[in-house]
């Protein structure tokens, strides 16, 4: 088991690419800790990992608001004993519109769960890790970060934005024991793409040369493999998994 007995939070964990890795982070031995918006959603996922024989814990927060991610982080130290060893921070949201069209609303909304929320949980636990001597920041980016995508202003300046902060931290906290990376994922199957039009989906398989959607599985696999001592010496970087989306 590549991840055993570690303490892992894993943010937008309810359900889809979140909810992938913070089984897959279980079945490598994880310690997890189920966080999302849907508590009811959260549990589920931690009633699958103590059906498999893990250990989970399921923890309702708006990762946009500082005091929710601070309880978050207590209750992770006052349930596994004191440690955190990975964050997976995942959780996101879209609000796509043309920028003549787009929202100041929708827009704040995006940055700040999309980008703020990976800084207030980040930040949080760095402190721990730093502390301890030791720690993984994983974040979820997107292909569409360094190309753009229509009606996406506010959430491609969100992943960018993501990809930005990943490598200050991993400058930063590097001597410290801790690595920073990133996945971009692709087209992925989830609920977010499930309402995409059939004429879009098609013009899209156009652009991946393995012709397919991607699982969420397929992003949760490289989170292991980031967090595990097998990307010891990999701090930094963006990993694409796109299905060759972006040649």
């Known amino acids: 088991m590549r ?9 937008g964990a309810g359900r889809g690419i979140g909810r992938a890795t913070a089984v897959r982070f279980a079945e490598e031995g994880a310690k997890v800790v189920v966080v999302d918006l849907d508590l009811d ?19 309702k927060v708006d990762v946009s608001n500082r005091e929710s991610v601070n309880a978050m982080v207590k209750a992770t130290l006052d349930h596994f004993g004191g440690r955190i060893d990975v964050i997976v921070n995942n959780a996101g949201t879209i609000r796509d519109a043309q920028l003549i069209k787009m929202s100041e609303q929708n827009f704040d909304l995006v940055i700040a769960i999309n980008l703020k929320g990976v800084f207030n ?31 996406q202003t506010n959430y491609v300046a ?15 906290l590097g001597r410290k ?41 397929d992003i949760a696999n490289a989170f292991v493999w980031l967090a595990s001592d097998e990307a010891r010496y990999v701090s930094g970087q963006v990993i694409g998994v796109d299905g060759g989306a972006t040649l």
């Open 177 to 217: 024991g801790i690595r920073a990376n990133a996945v971009a994922p692709g087209f992925i199957e989830t609920r977010m793409t499930a309402g995409i039009p059939e004429p879009v989906v098609d013009k899209l398989l156009e652009r991946i040369a393995m012709g397919r959607f991607g699982k969420p599985e």
């Open 41 to 59: 959603e959260a549990q589920t996922v931690v009633d699958e990992i103590v059906a498999m024989g893990g250990q989970g814990l399921a923890v």
């Open 3 to 11: 991840l055993k007995d570690r303490v892992a939070i894993v943010t």
């Open 121 to 151: 949980c980040s930040q949080a636990v760095a402190q721990v890790m730093v502390a301890q001597g030791s720690g993984v920041i994983l974040s979820t980016s997107s292909l569409v970060a360094p190309y753009g995508n229509y009606g």
């Open 158 to 172: 969100s992943k960018a934005g993501v990809v930005g902060m990943t490598k200050v931290w991993a400058r930063e």
